[in-house]
């Protein structure tokens, strides 16, 4: 059964870090598209980042560039989103999704992605 799931959200302060986990099963991680995305309340899903696995570079959205990190931890099938400098802004559910690795930069398009954890919480209040 392919699933993921996500982990490591919580509240934190204006200007905190936090890390997200995203354990995958039922596939692996060696070939694979990766996304992350967010949903906060009131207002559409946007993108955050995204990463396929054969070394092709990352994406960003702009307003998380030099502040979030995506990583690919292979032995542990794992995703990381390491989020730093955070901002009421950026406070939603955030969800990994997983889409078939194409051979190129990964797509920041929900809609090239199949499989999709049930999200996990991230506040950023003073």
């Known amino acids: 059964q392919v699933q993921l799931v996500e982990s490591g959200g919580g509240t934190v302060q204006p200007g905190g870090s936090l890390r997200l986990s995203c354990v995958a099963s039922g596939f692996s991680l060696n070939v694979a598209k990766i996304g992350w995305f967010r949903r906060a309340p009131g207002k559409e899903r946007e993108d955050v980042s995204c990463?396929?696995?054969?070394?092709?570079?990352?994406r960003y959205r702009d307003s998380v560039r030099g502040r979030f990190t995506i990583s690919v931890d292979k032995p542990k099938n794992t995703v990381f989103l390491q989020m730093n400098s955070l901002r009421p802004e950026d406070t939603a559910v955030y969800h990994c999704?997983?889409?078939?690795?194409?051979?190129?930069?990964?797509?920041?398009?929900?809609?090239?992605?199949?499989?999709w954890g049930q999200g996990t919480q991230v506040t950023v209040a003073s």
């Open positions: 990463i396929e696995t054969r070394n092709f570079p990352a």
């Open positions: 999704a997983y889409g078939p690795a194409d051979g190129m930069l990964c797509a920041l398009d929900p809609r090239k992605y199949d499989v």
